[in-house]
């Protein structure tokens, strides 16, 4: 703690030369601090520490205006802990304030013993470039201490962020691992806008060659294509009949559909009260409602809408605010396992009364991008594309 009150006093004049602001790569014009900073006199040699390391947050912020929710909302994620490894290459950890949602993502990082540079190009999906609230990658941060047990570093508008020295980090700071069972990367490329489902027992997807390709959990073969896409997107399965969008013009619309036949049409502009971008759905087997997510047109919020559709007009029972983009969603009993982005990928598990996330996992490969989950027995199944454009489909242990 003492570490902490010298590197506070040590940069603490910093705060007083700028205000709030987002981060950008070249350094203002504010005064050096002083050589005797406060009652505390700084270290003979405070750079002599090594960065590497795993750093927690005590207090004070970092990046706070680097990852928001929507443009049109408050910011929404908190720097909690770094993880930087002797050869330059860095985690930093994310928390959601508005699902608990824990994710990190990866940036190579400059010391020089005076300044940090982290620059964000370290990570190479396609997640983070649409997603981070920036025009740039890269951070600088002047005002560096580094000791034994404690990091401090002030950003160019001298907002000061306080680090303790770990041995590892707390776990309600990290996203868990996942344990892979099974790979297979020879399977075709998912569409972007598909999930993953089990149909007749048969893990099924849209790929991009147009296809509703089925893949055989049992025997880990690749089969026949169930038939052409067509539209169909699948999203999750009730009884023998799918539940689509078309991921397109908004993907206003959910269908509940044969092969050949449409039976149900969700409309959010005719029976929701408005246009909602539709991405993920689950069908709950056991309370008989379809769970969709997306953002409406009015506000652009994410919720949970939780559909009876079972006679017309499909109804809005409930809303459950849950505002994270969801890639796929996969109901498991009581509870639901989705596919998260903003920033990066995490697999997580899903209170559906609050909407809150109890637990976070990293994503069995990082540079997948990954479009599918569904719960096959004990299991979680996963497709995605890797960074050369082919096909990923992995089996991961479902945690306890």
């Known amino acids: 703690m003492r570490s902490l009150v010298l590197l506070l006093a040590f940069v603490a004049p910093l705060a007083a030369c700028g205000g709030g602001g987002g981060g950008s790569a070249a350094a203002p014009d504010i005064e050096a601090p002083p050589a005797q900073p406060g009652p505390v006199d700084p270290p003979a040699d405070p750079q002599a520490a090594s960065l590497a390391g795993h750093w927690l947050l005590e207090s004070g912020s970092m990046l706070p205006t680097f990852i928001k929710g929507l443009a049109t909302w408050t910011t929404t994620t908190d720097v909690t802990a770094l993880t930087v490894g002797a050869d330059g290459l860095a985690k930093v950890w994310f928390r959601d304030r508005l699902t608990d949602a824990i994710t990190s993502l990866r940036a190579f990082v400059l010391y020089d013993g005076e300044t940090i540079v982290l620059d964000f190009s370290a990570e190479p999906t396609s997640d983070v470039a649409s997603n981070i609230d920036i025009e740039q990658y890269m951070f600088l941060f002047p005002y560096v201490v580094v000791q034994e047990d404690a990091l401090g570093v002030a950003d160019e508008d001298g907002r000061i962020a306080l680090f303790s020295r770990q041995t590892e980090l707390p776990e309600d700071v990290v996203a ?10 020879d ?5 972007f806008f598909t999930d993953l489902v089990l149909y007749n027992n048969d893990l099924v997807y849209a790929s991009d060659q147009g296809f509703l390709e089925r893949f055989d959990p049992g025997t880990g ?4 294509p169930l038939a052409n896409t067509q539209s169909r997107l699948p ?6 009949h799918f539940w689509t969008h078309c991921g397109c013009g908004g993907s206003r ?20 009260g408005g246009p909602i971008t539709f991405r993920a759905m689950a ?5 008989d409602r379809l769970w969709l997510h997306g953002r409406a047109f ?10 009876n559709t079972l006679s017309e007009p499909d109804v809005v029972e409930t809303t459950v605010p849950f505002n994270r983009d969801l890639r796929a969603l996969a109901v498991d009993g009581a509870f639901f396992w989705g596919l998260i982005t903003v920033g990066s990928q995490a697999v997580v598990l899903i209170d559906p009364t609050t909407g809150r996330v109890t637990a976070s996992y990293e994503v069995p490969d990082e540079n997948v991008s990954w479009n599918g989950l569904v719960v096959v027995g ?5 497709v995605g594309t890797d960074l050369l454009g082919g096909g990923r489909l992995v089996r991961v242990a479902q945690p306890d």
Request: charged share 20%.
């Open 176 to 185: 868990g691992q996942l344990q892979v069972l099974e790979e297979h990367d």
């Open 187 to 191: 399977v075709p490329r998912p569409q």
């Open 221 to 224: 073969l690749l089969l026949s």
């Open 235 to 240: 999203q999750t399965v009730q009884g023998s």
């Open 253 to 272: 619309d959910a269908y509940r559909r044969s092969l050949g036949t449409v039976y149900d049409t969700v409309s959010s502009e005719s029976e929701m």
């Open 283 to 287: 069908y709950v087997p056991n309370t």
């Open 298 to 307: 009015d506000d652009q919020f994410g919720r949970f809408y939780v559909m």
């Open 378 to 382: 004990n299991d979680l199944w996963l």
